[in-house]
T-cell receptor
Framework: DADVTQTPRNRITKTGKRIMLECSQT?????MYWYRQDPGLGLRLIYY???????NKGEISDGYSVSRQAQAKFSLSLESAIPNQTALYFC?????????????FGPGTRLLVL | SQQGEEDPQALSIQEGENATMNCSYK?????LQWYRQNSGRGLVHLIL?????REKHSGRLRVTLDTSKKSSSLLITASRAADTASYFC??????????????FGKGTHLIIQP
């Protein structure tokens, strides 16, 4: 979905390095999410944000941090990358009204930690 | 932990046939959604069914929901080669209409043989 963009699309890094994945959206949604996808495990929620001042941990937040710089931008950082963080990472946005829950996903960032 | 579990894990059918995949979940939900993912790409929202609905249609898609059995099915009629993808069910069990993030199953990989 071109309304949600992620950079970089692919990244190779080494164990111990700090990296940042960025997400931008033009949908005007307040809610933003970070998920990771591993083969055979589906998607799992890392962090989510209701607005610039509201950040919440998801199911697997250990080893990750986030920053919501503006309504349109939500970044995910790996403070000290480790090989088991090798995965496909997705950013998503969600509409703010209750009862919808529909989310709109970016194209993903493929991360390899050596 | 995964809320939804899709069945089968993989499905291969001939073009023109109908494809049915199922999803089971564990806890009460506000709504259940189905997403499609083409290989290595972002997820695309297909259809949302609320907990008080039993059936919903969208084009060639038909979704049913049985809250007593905590299960849902997705039927794709008259399949096409372009339907080849992975299909995920996702449940919204939060209090904010999906604001807490969706919980995804592991997916059904559908292959449409020409």
């Amino acid at each position: 979905d071109a309304d949600v963009t992620q950079t970089p699309r692919n990244r190779i890094t080494k164990t111990g390095k700090r990296i940042m994945l960025e997400c931008s959206q033009t949908k005007g949604h307040d809610r933003m999410y970070w998920y990771r996808q591993d083969p055979g495990l589906g998607l799992r929620l890392i962090y989510y944000s209701f607005d610039v001042k509201d950040i919440n941990k998801g199911e697997i937040s250990d080893g990750y941090s986030v920053s919501r710089q503006a309504q349109a931008k939500f970044s995910l950082s790996l403070e000290s990358a480790i090989p088991n963080q090798t995965a496909l990472y997705f950013c998503a946005t969600g509409e703010g009204s209750l009862g919808t829950g529909t989310q709109y996903f970016g194209p993903g960032t493929r991360l390899l930690v050596l | 932990s995964q809320q939804g579990e899709e069945d089968p894990q993989a499905l291969s059918i001939q073009e023109g046939e109908n494809a049915t995949m199922n999803c089971s979940y564990k806890t009460s939900i506000n709504n259940l959604q189905w997403y499609r993912q083409n290989s290595g790409r972002g997820l695309v929202h297909l259809i949302l069914i609320r907990s008080n609905e039993r059936e919903k249609h969208s084009g060639r898609l038909r979704v049913t929901l049985d809250t007593s059995k905590k299960s849902s099915s997705l039927l794709i009629t008259a399949s096409r080669a372009a339907d080849t993808a992975s299909y995920f069910c996702a449940t919204d069990a939060g209090t904010g209409g999906g604001a807490d993030g969706l919980t995804f199953g592991k997916g059904t990989h559908l292959i449409i043989q020409p």
